[in-house]
């Protein structure tokens, strides 16, 4: 069975950072393209980043200067650094896995399988 736990949202002022993490168990971690997505009130769930299994990663554009995934595998674990953060970042941020073993990731929900509750980030401006 596979377990997605998301944890260390938080709220943080504008210009602020703060690290996600994704513990991921009941799987290869490694073998699988994972992402982070987040859901504002009102808002449909966007795509932010993934990682593949070869480590080549992608952003959504709006991220892509201030935002960093990056993955522990000796603690089967995710992460996603936040930057420069702004008050429209403010949303409910969840982690996916891919039940398949591909050589891509996508940043659309349809390629996941597994997901997590969420963690919540809010940024004051």
């Known amino acids: 069975q596979v377990e997605v736990v998301e944890s260390g949202g938080d709220l943080v002022q504008a210009g602020g950072s703060l690290r996600l993490s994704c513990t991921i168990s009941?799987?290869?971690?490694?073998?699988?393209?994972m992402g982070w997505f987040r859901q504002a009130p009102g808002r449909e769930r966007e795509g932010l980043s993934c990682i593949d299994r070869r480590g080549h990663t992608a952003y959504e554009q709006s991220v892509k200067d201030r935002f960093t995934i990056s993955r522990a595998y000796s603690k089967n674990t995710l992460y996603l650094r936040m930057d420069s953060l702004k008050p429209e970042d403010t949303a409910m941020y969840f982690c996916?896995?891919?039940?398949?073993?591909?050589?891509?990731?996508?940043?659309?929900?349809?390629?996941?399988?597994?997901w997590g509750q969420g963690t919540q980030v809010t940024v004051s401006s």
């Open positions: 996916a896995a891919d039940r398949e073993i591909t050589s891509n990731c996508l940043l659309s929900q349809s390629s996941y399988d597994y």
């Open positions: 009941g799987l290869t971690f490694g073998d699988h393209a």
